[in-house]
């Protein structure tokens, strides 16, 4: 009767002291072989491999080489020796792994990251200038309307101008930090509802003024702040409308203008109307009803000069004047801005 064993001996004997080398997808310990590690390989330690019924069998088959044939086992062991040694193959698994793996990522890509890093840092510096250049506007805005005796209907300007220059800025500056699209997407929506909001206030801060100056028998639009004021909501209408119907209305409405136009200038007439708002509340500052009331205008000019860095610092060319096809590229799917 013919033992397995005997079957198996006729499998060669693998020297121990030299790793295996298996394709690093290989399914079955049974396809080993004494092959130099090239691409793809990889070194590992017989050892590690369960004992199979094709282990099991080179097992038994080694016991009965050295208890019948030493002599055969120490000239095996004599000619392996005389063998110089092959540094690939004396890497352990993990060496060869790190020796063969990923090359660290070039020079531009970590100067990219490092850019990319510090531009997110800067923007979100200029972020919090703006909102702190806000509180103290506001702020002071705040306190002079409330020591102020209440004048029924002027004093609903001033509150509601106030309010209408605090939220369309922050619907501006919701826009500056985001990266994630996710992200992008939540204050693209906040800054629709903000500039709705905006242009509600600014209404009834204009009807306000409008009807007091009936009620005295005032000329309108007399003033410098009274011309900013009435151009200011003007366009600010102008531009609230507008992004609607392009957020909202159908595509085909507006695609003989091209998106990535509508975007640059949906973008650009909103920095001209943030210009001129902050114009008017200047101006507002400089008004005799201001002057009565609250005497330190270099409060409300800090406040303003640190919005303006805020703003103007986050105001980049590839923003107002990249090219077309950049900006397609880049948001041609996108239904806001």
């Known amino acids: ?14 020297d121990e002291r030299r790793p ?6 290989s399914a079955h310990p049974t396809q080993l072989q004494h092959e130099t590690p090239t691409e793809g390989y990889r070194a590992i330690d017989e050892s590690h491999l369960p004992l199979s019924q094709g282990n099991r069998s080179k097992h038994d088959s080694n016991n009965n080489d050295e208890e019948f044939s030493s002599s055969d086992t120490e000239s095996d062991s004599s000619s392996t020796d005389s063998t110089p040694s092959d540094p690939i193959s004396s890497l352990s698994g993990t060496e060869l ?26 923007k979100m510096v200029l972020a919090v200038t703006a909102q702190l250049g806000l509180v103290v506007f506001f702020g002071t805005l705040a306190s002079v309307i409330f020591k102020a005796p209440w004048v029924y209907p002027y004093s609903w300007h001033p509150i509601c101008m106030g309010l209408y220059g605090f939220v369309a800025t ?15 997407k939540l204050a693209r929506t906040l800054h629709g509802l903000f500039h709705t909001l905006a242009l509600v206030l600014s209404l009834c801060g204009f009807t306000a003024i409008y009807v007091n100056k009936d009620r005295l028998q005032k000329p309108h639009f007399h003033t410098n702040h009274a011309l900013f004021g009435c151009t200011t909501v003007s366009l600010f209408f102008l531009q609230v409308v507008f992004g609607i119907a392009v957020a909202y209305g159908p595509r085909a409405l507006f695609a003989w203008i091209g998106h ?28 005799n009803w201001m002057k009565n009331n609250f005497d330190h205008e270099w409060v409300f000019a800090l406040g303003g000069a640190m919005i303006a860095v805020g703003l103007v610092g986050q105001i980049t060319p590839a923003r107002l004047f990249g090219s077309s096809k950049h900006s397609h590229h880049r948001g041609g799917h996108d239904r806001s801005s």
């Open 260 to 287: 990535a136009r509508i975007t640059r200038i949906h973008r650009i007439s909103g920095y001209i109307s943030i210009g001129l708002l902050w114009s008017t509340l200047w101006l507002g500052v400089l008004t």
């Open 97 to 122: 792994l790190l020796e063969q793996g990923s090359n660290p990522p070039p020079a531009h890509r970590r100067s990219h990251h490092r850019s990319s890093q510090s531009g997110r840092r800067r």
């Open 20 to 25: 295996l080398i298996v394709p690093s997808s």
């Open 170 to 184: 922050e619907a501006i500056l919701i826009l500056q930090p985001p990266e994630k699209s996710s992200e992008k």
């Open 1 to 14: 009767m013919h033992h397995p064993a005997n079957k198996s001996s006729s499998l060669p004997v693998h």
